[in-house]
Nanobody, 127 residues
Framework: VQLVESGGGLVQAGGSLRLSCTASERTFGTYTIGWFRQAPRKDREFVARIRWDGRGTAYADSVMGRFTIPGDNAANTVYLQMNDLRHEDTGVYYC?????????????????????WGQGTQVTVSL
């Protein structure tokens, strides 16, 4: 599956952005989609994910209560709604897909377990 992210940009602290991850095929029912981010000179880190059946979401502690994967995802598009953005949220945001079912939360938080990646979209939060 091929993935394309969009929706990044420059925003002031406290603002909001909505990222989109559009897939080349239907993801619902097949792929777990994860959102990751990478800040300069840091490792890529888990942000959020939605399970292949659309019933389970999980978030990193650092974004809990501020970021959500809304329920209005299309069959081949997954969104990441980011509210109350902070300077430390700055980075390149990636979506990724994995065609593995039935694993625990820790599995889906590891970027190395994902098979397909988008090119990333830059999010910059000014102070």
């Amino acid at each position: 599956v091929q993935l394309v992210e969009s929706g990044g940009g420059l925003v002031q602290a406290g603002g909001s952005l909505r990222l989109s991850c559009t897939a080349s095929e239907r993801t619902f029912g097949t792929y777990t989609i994860g959102w990751f981010r990478q800040a300069p000179r840091k490792d890529r880190e888990f942000v959020a994910r939605i399970r292949w059946d659309g019933r389970g979401t999980a978030y990193a502690d650092s974004v809990m209560g501020r970021f959500t994967i809304p329920g209005d995802n299309a069959a081949n598009t997954v969104y990441l709604q980011m509210n109350d953005l902070r300077h430390e949220d700055t980075g390149v945001y990636y979506c990724a897909a994995v065609h593995v079912k039935g694993r625990g939360d820790a599995y889906y938080e590891q970027p190395t377990n994902y098979d397909s990646w988008g090119q990333g979209t830059q999010v910059t939060v000014s102070l």
